[in-house]
C-alpha cells in the first residue's frame, strides 16, 4: 500500500530510539555517562528517523481532527451506560484510546503483521482480516478510520461488522475520497521533487542518515517514480471510482446497511505527504473548501 520508501521503518526506528534511551539513562545512573553524551547518542538515532516521526506527528493530528468530527454521530457514552466500540484496523490505538479516555468500551483489533505493532499506546488485539473475535449483536459502535480501502475480504469484513452490531447500532468509517485520490497523483511528484533536491543538496556523508536510500528494487523504484494504487482495488486512476460514495454506499448497502449520511471531513491532504507539516490545520481547512474533503465519513445502522 501507498508509494513511499522510507529509510527505517517505524517500528524498528521507535524500538532503537528507546533501546537508547534506556542505555543512556543505565549508565547515567551509574556515572559514565554525561547530559551531552546522552543526547548526542539520541540524535545520532533520530537524525535519519526524523521525516518519519514529523510524518507520523502530522499523521496524528488529522486522525484526531477527523475523529472530532466523527464523534458528533456517535452515541453518547454516559458512565451509567457505556457504548460499547470496536475499532477495525486501530493501528497504534492512538483512537482507540482516545476513545476511552471519553467513556466508550473499546476492543481494538488490527492485523498481526501491523507496522505499528511495535508503536502501540493502546492494546490491540490480533485478528486474520476476516473473522472478528466477538459475539452476535456485541457493539453499540463499529468505527474505522482509513481502513476499509485497505481490507482484502471486504465482503466478509463487513458482514462481519454488521453481525457483531447491536439492532440499535451504527458503523462510521472515514475513508478517503475522490478527491484525496485525484490530487495525490499531482502531488506525488511534488513529494518525488523535493525527494531529488534533497538528495542532491546532500554531502555523502547526509546520504546515510538524512535522506532516504535509493530504491532497490524494481517495485521500489515504480512506488518511488510513479504513483501507485493506495487501497486494495483497481488501479492509481479507477481508485477514483473506488473511494466514490457510489462504492462505498453501494457496499454497505449490500451488507444490510442503510447509509444515513455522508459528510466530508473538513480538511486537505493527499496520500503524497507532498508538504506534511509544513501545512497547518487551518490551511487545510481552507483548501478542503475550495477543493474538497480529503474523506468522507459514512454513518450507517442497521436495516
Known amino acids: 500500500m501507498g508509494t513511499r520508501v522510507y529509510h527505517i521503518r517505524p517500528r524498528v526506528r521507535m524500538v532503537s530510539v528507546w533501546r537508547e534511551i534506556a542505555a543512556c539513562t543505565a549508565t547515567r545512573i551509574h556515572g559514565h555517562c554525561s547530559i551531552n553524551n546522552c543526547r548526542s547518542r539520541i540524535l545520532a538515532m533520530t537524525r535519519s528517523a526524523l521525516p518519519n516521526l514529523l510524518h507520523m506527528q502530522s499523521l496524528s493530528v488529522v486522525r484526531k481532527y477527523e475523529l472530532d468530527i466523527a464523534l458528533k454521530y456517535f452515541p453518547e457514552a454516559?458512565?451509567?451506560?457505556?457504548?460499547?466500540?470496536?475499532?477495525?484496523?486501530?493501528?497504534?490505538?492512538?483512537?482507540?484510546?482516545y476513545l476511552t479516555d471519553r467513556g466508550y468500551q473499546v476492543l481494538a483489533i488490527d492485523l498481526p503483521s501491523s507496522s505499528y505493532k511495535e508503536a502501540r499506546v493502546f492494546p490491540v488485539v490480533d485478528y486474520d482480516g476476516k473473522n472478528i473475535p466477538a459475539p452476535e449483536g456485541e457493539f453499540d459502535v463499529v468505527f474505522s478510520s482509513n481502513v476499509l480501502e485497505h481490507v482484502k475480504s471486504i465482503d466478509t469484513v463487513l458482514a462481519e461488522t454488521y453481525r457483531i452490531l447491536k439492532p440499535t447500532g451504527c458503523a462510521i468509517h472515514i475513508i478517503p475520497s475522490p478527491t484525496c485520490r485525484i490530487w495525490s497523483i499531482p502531488a506525488?511528484?511534488?513529494?518525488?521533487?523535493?525527494?531529488?533536491?534533497?538528495?542532491?543538496?546532500?554531502?555523502?556523508?547526509?546520504?546515510?542518515?538524512?535522506?532516504?536510500?535509493?530504491?532497490?528494487?524494481?517495485?521500489?523504484?515504480?512506488?518511488?517514480?510513479?504513483?501507485?494504487?493506495?487501497?486494495?482495488?483497481?488501479?492509481?486512476?479507477?481508485?477514483?471510482?473506488?473511494?466514490?460514495?457510489?462504492?462505498?454506499?453501494?457496499?454497505?448497502?449490500?451488507?444490510?446497511?442503510?447509509?444515513?449520511?455522508?459528510?466530508?471531513?473538513?480538511?486537505?491532504?493527499t496520500m503524497a505527504n507532498a508538504v506534511g507539516t509544513h501545512l497547518p490545520l487551518k490551511h487545510r481547512e481552507t483548501l478542503s473548501g475550495i477543493l474538497g474533503s480529503s474523506c468522507l465519513i459514512y454513518i450507517a445502522t442497521k436495516n
Open 78 to 97: 454516559t458512565s451509567s451506560q457505556p457504548s460499547r466500540l470496536l475499532e477495525l484496523g486501530a493501528g497504534t490505538g492512538q483512537q482507540a484510546k
Open 188 to 269: 506525488h511528484y511534488v513529494w518525488l521533487a523535493r525527494r531529488i533536491i534533497a538528495r542532491l543538496a546532500a554531502t555523502f556523508s547526509q546520504r546515510k542518515t538524512t535522506v532516504p536510500r535509493t530504491p532497490q528494487s524494481g517495485k521500489e523504484w515504480a512506488g518511488t517514480i510513479l504513483p501507485l494504487r493506495h487501497g486494495e482495488r483497481g488501479n492509481t486512476l479507477t481508485e477514483i471510482y473506488y473511494f466514490s460514495q457510489t462504492y462505498w454506499s453501494g457496499k454497505l448497502e449490500a451488507h444490510g446497511f442503510k447509509v444515513e449520511r455522508i459528510i466530508g471531513n473538513g480538511i486537505f491532504y
